[in-house]
């Protein structure tokens, strides 16, 4: 279509005034993926990406069963409530109360155990997430000794909160904050993070989304700064009947791009396989997973196996959600 009135003309609705209504649609999608971006280059060159490293890395794993199970290509997805640690705008495509729980095992006897929650209000939407990251029973040592001085424990946290409006049909928008923390023996580090982004239907099968989240400033520990793993995401995902294609590209800071592609396919109301491949990193590419959910969809489990090169081993991700 040429413009966002005409948008509105063929659904029966007159044009809103404001300047993000008020503008077409292309035009709209475009501008905030500006901003977006000119946020992404602020934080690059405010916080010093060239001479601080990065921090965190915890904030770069996913959480959700499901989410891995699709190599998390989430940025334009619609039901799922661990989308708030990929797009926040996307809360707004989740039209029933859910709560989702998983726990994760990792390399080194480290594991996760997440929650998140996202409640449907009309026009809006909100979420809050909760996640931790730790292991235990680490041995503590100075310099090369065959017994160590003692054992200690490191863990992470994040507490975040969410929220997303509808502007129009197509467009919603949506901003995070988040309280993160990191625990290493008796050291502690902590702060806060943001995240903003939008979800746009182009059509009625096909949606995209962009979203920069993980945006603070450095954090301290002990006596060096280290900087939040910022991250961009954009990508889009088209439905075929009963099935999803999935395509999303993410750059962290400085790096280079990653690409994410995934599929879900519903066998049946009852059970959805998926898999994806990430291109881009190190020690892993492949990931896969299924679901199983009650006929009136009140109960779901789903699991995800995330396998490693460089002897790193395999992850596997299990996870529960109840919808009232």
Not at 59 to 85: N, S
Not at 300 to 306: C, N, Q, R, S, W
Request: aromatic share 10%; glycine share 12%.
């Amino acid at each position: 279509m040429a413009s966002g009135a005409s948008d509105n003309r063929c659904m029966g609705k007159p044009m809103k005034p404001g300047f993000i209504v008020g503008m077409p649609g292309v035009t709209r999608l475009r501008g905030v993926v500006l901003v977006l971006t000119a946020l992404a280059s602020w934080s690059v060159s405010a916080y010093g990406i060239d001479e601080t490293p990065t921090g965190l890395a915890f904030l770069t794993i996913g959480g959700g069963a499901r989410a891995v199970g699709l190599a998390e290509t989430m940025v334009a997805d619609d039901q799922d409530a661990f989308v708030t640690e990929y797009n926040p705008a996307a809360l707004v495509d989740i039209t029933r109360f859910a709560v989702s729980f998983a726990h994760g095992t990792f390399y080194q006897d480290t594991r996760g155990e997440y929650a998140a929650s996202a409640v449907p209000l009309r026009a809006w939407s909100i979420g809050v997430r909760m996640g931790y990251v730790g292991t235990s029973d680490l041995p503590l040592r100075t310099g090369p000794s065959d017994q160590p001085l003692g054992l200690y424990d490191a863990s992470n946290v994040i507490f975040q909160g969410a929220v997303a409006r509808t502007v129009d049909d197509r467009l919603a928008v949506g901003l995070s904050t988040a309280y993160v923390a990191q625990h290493i023996n008796l050291e502690t580090a902590q702060g806060f993070v943001l995240g903003v982004g939008l979800r746009y239907r182009l059509r009625h099968n096909i949606t995209v989304g962009t979203a920069f989240v993980n945006v603070g400033p450095p954090i301290k520990f002990v006596d060096r700064k280290f900087r939040m793993p910022n991250l961009f995401r954009f990508g889009g995902r088209w439905m075929i009947g009963r099935a999803s294609a999935r395509a999303e590209f993410v750059t962290a800071d400085n790096d280079n791009v990653k690409w994410h592609l995934g599929s879900e396919v519903a066998i049946d109301p009852r059970l959805s396989l998926r898999a994806g491949v990430r291109f881009g990193y190190d020690t892993q590419m492949f990931n896969a997973g299924f679901g199983v959910r009650t006929p009136d969809g009140r109960f779901g489990v789903d699991y995800a196996f995330a396998p490693y090169t460089d002897e790193l081993g395999a992850t596997h991700r299990f996870g529960l959600t109840v919808r009232p």
